[in-house]
Nanobody, 124 residues
């Protein structure tokens, strides 16, 4: 079992930045591929970014490429999502997720463990 706790969400103006963090506990963090998935009200879940066990490989959803960066610190059992040049359409609840596959998991449906989510609101 893996427990995930997100933090760092909030309200920001368009063009601004936020950094989300996700602290993991329970099992060996470096065994898991990690990802971020978001869901806006009335919309389907949307894949945001994924990172493999070592941090050496990353993958992004089309809507965030070039603006968001996923990273991880295995010593701190934490994964991050740096979000730059935020847009109002980035407004959503952002979920951290862990996959039993140590590689890249490019879809929300294949994650095994989820955090409770953190709200990101971007005002225009």
């Amino acid at each position: 079992q893996v427990q995930l706790v997100e933090s760092g969400g909030g309200l920001v103006q368009a063009g601004g930045s936020l950094r989300l963090s996700c602290a993991a506990s329970g099992r060996t963090f470096s065994n898991y591929g990690m990802g971020w998935v978001r869901q806006a009200p009335g919309k389907e879940q949307e894949f945001v970014a994924a990172i493999n066990w070592s941090g050496g490989s990353t993958y992004y959803g089309d809507y965030v490429k070039g603006r968001f960066t996923i990273s991880r610190d295995n010593d701190k059992n934490t994964v991050y999502l740096q979000m730059n040049r935020l847009k109002p359409e980035d407004t959503a609840v952002y979920y951290c997720a862990a996959s039993s596959s140590s590689g890249i998991t490019p879809t929300g449906r294949r994650y095994d463990y989820w955090g409770q989510g953190t709200q990101v609101t971007v005002s225009s």
